[in-house]
């Protein structure tokens, strides 16, 4: 399921149940000269595609530009594009409020981009306020115990696995020799993997929902494997 639905079809899922919005956050930034600006956006797309496959959920467009100002403060880093804190706060607020709005009881924050983490912190907090009958979170994913430098092995990995067309090794910087040994699209496939499951497990990410009504839905006896309310969540593989 994704943004490609039409109106009809979105009206009908959220009918027969389907309570689930995913919403994936990723970044433009410079990320050297072997990989796309918009690297962590191309695996937004892919880890909120497997998530909300994972959760039986409706997939929201992914917002492609995060808050990366820790990049954008160099003038050598050509490219960086950003968003301020306070300004994706908003923005994941605004599309959360929207999406409940629609009847979904649950929006789930996706982020591939570490820069957006106290953003989306804080628009859950928001949220917490905010939304009646329904709840946010922003589930931390996983990269590992050593997932390298910025650019380096960990996301090389992961585009050699999504686009491995994006990338092109012999043009990383000299600084990068050793990450780039260690760069394979099989490594990468498991790195994307479990980023996903950890993403996935909403039963362990608490919402910070005060009221225990609300926060009912953390336990996984609320859902069906569709993401629909009354049976278990299907579990994260």
Known sequence: MSWTLTAPQLRRLIDSGVSIAVVPFGSLEHQGAHLPLGADAVLADAVGREVAGQLGAVLAPTVRVGCAEQHEQHEQLVGTMSLRAPTLTDV???LAESLAGHGFTVIVLVSTHGGN?????AAVARLDASLDGAVA???PGAVG??????????????MLALRPDLVELDRASSELADELQAGDAQRGAGHIKRFVDRSSKLSERPCRK???LRASWLQKSDFRPAGRRGCPVRPAR
């Open 117 to 121: 983490r106290a953003a989306l912190d």
């Open 210 to 212: 005060p009221n225990p």
């Open 92 to 94: 994941a607020v605004e």
């Open 137 to 139: 979170c922003a589930p």
């Open 145 to 158: 115990p050593e997932p390298g430098r910025h650019s380096g092995q960990w996301l090389i990995s992961v």
